[in-house]
């Protein structure tokens, strides 16, 4: 069963850093896309960053690009997403999602989520 799983989030002041860690089980994540969202209190669920499977090409929200990094190391099964420079508008629940192979745009095209991980930026 595939099963994707969060850690990482927590309070952080602005300006701060965190990492995220999407750790998956049940599949060999190396055939799968792994995207991060965000979904703020009374707000849609966003993209954040998606990287591909094979060749791990990546891409970012406008509002993240320069401050977040995606990783992923297939060995640990695990997709990271480095955050540096972190200001309040990044308060949200941070989920990672599967769907084979290539990243989308499209939220409904990710089949798999995890439960989240809160991120709260403040001071």
């Known amino acids: 069963q595939l099963q994707l799983v969060e850690s990482g989030g927590g309070l952080v002041q602005p300006g701060g850093s965190l990492r995220l860690s999407c750790a998956a089980s049940g599949f060999a994540l190396d055939n799968y896309a792994i995207g991060w969202f965000r979904q703020a209190p009374g707000k849609e669920r966003e993209g954040v960053s998606c990287?591909?499977?094979?060749?791990?090409?990546?891409n970012y929200a406008d509002s993240v690009k320069g401050r977040f990094t995606i990783s992923r190391d297939n060995a640990k099964s695990t997709v990271y997403l480095q955050m540096n420079s972190l200001n309040p508008e990044d308060t949200a629940v941070y989920l990672c999602?599967?769907?084979?192979?290539?990243?989308?745009?499209?939220?409904?095209?990710?089949?798999?989520w995890g439960q989240g991980t809160q991120v709260t930026v403040s001071s």
């Open positions: 990287i591909s499977s094979s060749r791990g090409s990546t």
């Open positions: 999602a599967a769907r084979p192979y290539y990243c989308s745009d499209d939220v409904d095209r990710f089949g798999s």
